[in-house]
């Protein structure tokens, strides 16, 4: 079966630190990948999707960049933080006309 | 294609019927999903709607029924159980400039059950 794992948990960081979160996915290949977040008491907006390695398209201008080494990992990335970039970053995965299945997610806390 | 959940909560005490509703907009047959989040957790699928037939069964109870007329998609269970208090996501699929699906969410129906 398929299982979606993202790390860490919880991540608290000073404004202007880096920021590296990834997400792993198994038992499936060459699945689209995305990255999400949750503002308090928002809906999710999506920041990025991936239909392969190396393909990485942005929804919305940020601060973050993201990047897809292999078929099944994506890593969500910034340079310096902004206190603005706190929120619950989730992870998904779906194979083509299939929905998502998303990870647990990582609490980011900007201070 | 949006969706809009016109409830921001529900309360509703354990054993008795839930009603999280749900409008769609969408120029196109859409295909409809329902997802649950529970505190500090990622979303879980629930049940989705692909033009097959029109009332569609879920996880742990829970069902919705596809009205075109009506443009909606509620969620409903006949009785709530406690483990049942969660935030709910209405979600449609849409397709981008580059033919791509993405999903759009509604903002979310917290549902409060009490004893």
């Known amino acids: 079966s398929q299982t979606i794992h993202q790390w860490p948990a919880t991540l608290v960081q000073p404004v202007g630190s880096p920021l590296s979160l990834e997400c792993t996915v198994e038992?499936?290949?060459?699945?689209?990948l995305y990255w999400y977040r949750q503002a308090a008491g928002r809906g999710l907006q999506l920041l990025f999707y991936?239909?392969?390695?190396?393909?990485i398209s942005s929804e919305v201008p940020q601060n973050l960049s993201a990047s897809r080494p292999q078929d099944r990992q994506f890593i969500l990335s910034s340079k310096k933080l902004l206190l603005s970039d706190s929120g619950f970053y989730l992870c998904?995965?779906?194979?083509?006309?299939?929905?998502?299945?998303f990870g647990d997610g990582t609490r980011l806390s900007i201070l | 294609q949006s969706v809009t959940q016109l409830d921001s909560h529900v309360s509703v005490s354990e054993g008795t019927p839930v009603l999280l509703r749900c409008n769609y907009s969408?120029?196109?047959?859409?295909?409809l999903f329902w997802y649950v989040q529970h505190p500090n957790k990622g979303l879980q699928l629930l049940l989705k709607y692909t033009s097959a037939a029109t009332l569609v069964k879920g996880i742990n109870g829970f069902e919705a029924e596809f009205k075109k007329s009506e443009t909606s998609f509620h969620l409903t269970k006949p009785s709530a159980h406690m483990s049942d208090a969660a935030e709910y996501f209405c979600v449609v699929s849409v397709r981008g400039n580059t033919g791509f699906q993405k999903l759009v969410f509604g903002t979310g129906t917290r549902l409060l059950v009490s004893p």
């Open positions: 991936s239909v392969g390695i190396g393909q």
């Open positions: 969408s120029s196109y047959s859409p295909s």
């Open positions: 038992g499936t290949s060459n699945p689209n």
């Open positions: 998904a995965w779906s194979v083509q006309g299939g929905p998502q299945h």
